[in-house]
């Protein structure tokens, strides 16, 4: 989905764009060197949980970050972005020191700045198809940083500008769940003047902004404020409400519901299946941050425990990796360890988050593969049995397949393990609706041009259709689900 | 929303709370579970429904006093609400009519084993219930299980109300005597584990309601898996009931202790509170 090139050229030949071009020579811009995000220091970072370790920018690099932009005639930027920012137009905004107008812009397309500004791999979508990567041999402009920057002046100038919104049209609209796939499809959706409501079935909203993400990654006080600019453009939001299970899609439908959005998330988690997983002690990634996230398990004051470990190893390569392991070290471990069956440099985490982690004294064990884990008598976790592994062949990921490596078996002593293999889709929609196809993973089946499921007035998206993606994905599809949502429901009222 | 409309002891440490939630009260089927949470610093944990009216938009929760959460429950008073209740959760009871139902339950088991037995009872079958518990004191819906039983047997381990013995020794009696299609125990693991053996001995098949640690009750963080023959299954999603004779309760005993520590240091540090 990408936006009107005719519009986009329109808003690049307004004057204050023309002006800012032929202020700065190209050559200029070109020789100023990428901003750094400042940081906390790794050795005062691990100590919290909730001090976020990026710092942000300061104005003043923020407008410098800003002129490296030679707001190109074709902007590759935004093709790689999946809600379609007009990227080029923000960051002039910010150069042009109005810092609020690119905070708008941003709200054009995108309901969670602030939030993707943070979490957003960057590097592999909107940068990545910068004219600095494309074109030359120079680091991309830092556009993930100056989206971060421009929606914290906003929250933080105490003005925020509310996005306009259609006339009502009165029709009732159900988001299931209220993760980012959801949110970015109801923000949408209240713009086409729809009457939405978001269900979530846990006590708060967010989704896995709320119970996976770390504060030191995302504040939940950024995502709090999001969600309000969302209220204040009209979304409704129902906690402790499972949808099929609360009240049934018919009942909804009783209600008025005339369309659904079902972004439920990926519910299961996965483990290995391998001997002694179920020992005390060995959890998946989604209990241990949701623990530590949602509930608040490292505050004296929560009811909700949290086992806590000196020896943790963090099973998996992802990004939920990285955050269980940055928040075992957080926690007192006093050695928290990454272990990944493949190398380094095929791991899906984002190579800050690796960065960051290394920095913070996280020990890597790479090419090595759990087998077996071993308990005490009470049975608690004691000690995990692995195996090499060496690389061969690509497999259908394109990544180079693990090998167990023969006679290469060893213990590690450990008192905590975190599993973070990946997720299954949650059966506990779907099992509500015999008549919606899924595929023998479980996840939804849309058209992927409009994400229509078989069922025609429910659109699906985010990790419920994906099996497993991030939050920017997610968004994409809300934003992909809301457009032909309100292309479907128009031409059906018009039949 | 959630408003306590009555609150009844049991004993000084079992509960009844009529809680109003008209959704739930309608949706809700035998075996299903709520998660609740108490307080803006509560933790999340289950409690299946014990009963429902759907036309006055209640449901019916037992809770016994163990720790930090069902003390917090049950220091609410009628008129006050539990801050967050979601359900119905887990898979309903299969119910059908199958000839002779052996129904067995266990101290504040009774409670959520009620609808199973009326149920069963309501789709025409023989059913025949078995409850025990510690001493007299502790034996919970009496009545509202003789309703709805053919017969009811009482067991308490120090013989102060009905039959001394436990559950087993009932469920025994009741075995030898007549043909059983099919048993339902719900209680304390050790008790449903002792159970499940008796009726593993007469192949009868039985069906088992866990009682795991749970966190969302969706699926989504894995804390209650249990192994049945042989597979990790989530209690939550996949249960809460189980056919017994495949469960490994003996895995299960050790991941209910899970967070023993933890759950001594908050209760000690919430009874010094108050």
Redesign the interface.
């Known amino acids: 989905m990408s936006l009107n090139p005719e519009y986009l050229k329109e808003e690049r030949n307004q004057m204050w764009r023309a002006e800012l071009r032929s202020k700065t020579r190209n050559k200029e811009r070109m020789l100023i060197p990428r901003v750094k995000m400042p940081e906390l220091a790794p050795a005062i970072r691990v100590k919290y949980q909730d001090k976020e370790v990026n710092m942000g920018l300061e104005l003043s690099q923020a407008l410098t970050e800003a002129s490296r932009c030679m707001d190109c005639v074709n902007p590759t930027c935004i093709e790689g972005c999946p809600v379609s920012i007009n990227i080029p137009k923000f960051i002039k905004h910010i150069e042009q020191g109005e810092i609020l107008l690119a905070a708008a812009t941003l709200k054009e397309t995108n309901a969670l700045p602030a939030v993707c500004g943070r979490v957003c791999p960057q590097e592999k979508q909107c940068e990545s198809r910068c004219f600095y990567v494309e074109k030359t041999d120079k680091p991309a402009v830092a556009i993930g940083h100056l989206e971060r920057f421009a929606a914290d002046f906003e929250r933080n100038s105490g003005s925020s500008n509310i996005p306009d919104t259609a006339k009502p049209n009165g029709i009732k609209i159900a988001a299931v769940g209220s993760g980012p796939a959801s949110l970015s499809f109801a923000g949408d959706m209240v713009k086409y003047g729809y009457d939405v409501t978001v269900f979530e079935a846990l006590h708060e909203i967010g989704g896995v902004l709320k119970y996976g993400i770390p504060e030191f990654r995302l504040p939940n006080s950024v995502v709090d404020f999001e969600l309000e600019n969302l209220r204040k453009m009209g979304v409704k939001f129902e906690t402790n409400y499972i949808v099929g299970r609360t009240s049934s899609f018919d009942d909804l439908r009783e209600e008025g519901y005339q369309g659904f959005f079902i972004a439920s998330g990926a519910g299961l988690p996965r483990f290995m299946e391998i001997p002694g997983e179920n020992y005390n002690g060995i959890l998946s990634s989604n209990e241990y941050l949701t623990r530590v996230n949602l509930m608040g398990a490292a505050m004296d004051e929560k009811d909700t425990p949290v086992l806590k470990g000196k020896n943790v190893a963090v099973i998996g390569g992802g990004n939920t990796a990285m955050d269980s392991v940055r928040t075992a070290l957080r926690l007192g471990a006093q050695r928290a360890i990454i272990i990944y069956r493949r190398s380094e440099a095929e791991m899906p985490a984002r190579v800050e988050e690796v960065k960051h982690a290394k920095e913070e004294g996280v020990e890597f064990m790479t090419l090595c593969n759990p087998l077996e884990y071993f308990a005490d008598q009470k049975g608690r976790v004691s000690g995990m049995r692995l195996n090499r592994m060496g690389l061969g062949e690509p497999d259908s990921s394109g990544r180079r397949r693990p090998m167990p490596i023969e006679g290469s078996e060893f213990d590690l002593d450990i008192d905590l393990v975190v599993v973070a293999v990946g997720v299954s889709p949650n059966p506990l929609i779907p099992s509500c609706l015999p008549d919606l196809k899924v595929t023998k993973w479980g996840t939804i089946v849309v058209d992927e041009d409009k994400m229509q499921s078989s069922i025609s007035e429910m659109f699906a998206g985010g990790d419920i259709v994906r099996g497993g993606a991030t939050v920017i994905l997610a968004m994409g599809d809300g934003r992909k689900a809301a457009e032909n949502m309100d292309n479907f429901l128009k031409n059906k009222s018009n039949q | 929303m959630n408003k306590i409309i009555e609150k009844r002891y049991f004993s000084d440490k079992v509960v009844q709370l009529i809680v109003e939630n008209p959704?739930?009260a309608k949706?809700r089927k035998p075996g299903n579970f709520v998660i609740l949470?108490i307080g803006e610093?509560?933790?999340?944990f289950p409690l299946t429904i014990s009963d429902a009216d759907s036309v006055r938009g209640t449901i019916t929760l037992v809770v016994q006093i163990m720790g930090?959460?069902s003390s917090?429950l049950v220091a609410l008073e009628v008129g006050d609400s539990i801050?967050?209740?979601?359900?119905?959760?887990g898979k309903p009871t299969h119910i059908e009519n199958i000839g002779t139902v052996l129904a067995a339950g266990g101290g504040v088991g009774v409670a959520p084993l009620l609808p199973i037995v009326e149920a069963f009872k309501k789709a025409g079958n023989r059913v025949i219930t078995v409850i025990a518990a510690r001493n007299k004191e502790l034996i919970i819906l009496e009545d509202e299980i003789r309703k709805w039983s053919d017969e009811v047997i009482v067991m308490t381990d120090d013989g102060s109300h009905g039959r001394q013995g436990l559950v087993t020794a009932g469920m025994e009696e009741i075995i030898l005597r007549e043909k059983v299609d099919e048993c339902i125990v719900i209680g304390p693991a050790i008790m449903m584990k002792f159970a499940s053996l008796l009726t593993k001995k007469y192949s009868i098949p039985t069906q088992a309601s866990l009682n795991s640690i749970m966190?969302?009750g969706?699926?989504?963080?894995?804390?209650c898996?249990?192994?049945v023959g042989g597979k990790?299954k989530?209690t939550c999603?996949d249960g809460p009931e189980f056919d017994a004779h495949q469960v490994d309760f003996d895995?299960m005993l050790?991941?209910l202790?899970?967070?023993l520590q933890?759950?001594r240091r908050?209760t000690e540090i919430y009874s010094q509170k108050f």
Do not use: H, N, Q, W
């Not at chain 2, 610093?41 to 999340?44: F, I, K, L, S």
């Not at chain 2, 969706?218 to 804390?223: F, L």
């Open positions: 959704l739930i949706s949470r610093d509560g933790e999340r930090v959460s917090k801050t967050d209740l979601v359900g119905p959760l966190v969302d969706t699926g989504m963080c894995g804390a898996r249990v192994t990790t989530f999603v895995e050790m991941r202790g899970g967070y933890e759950e908050a």
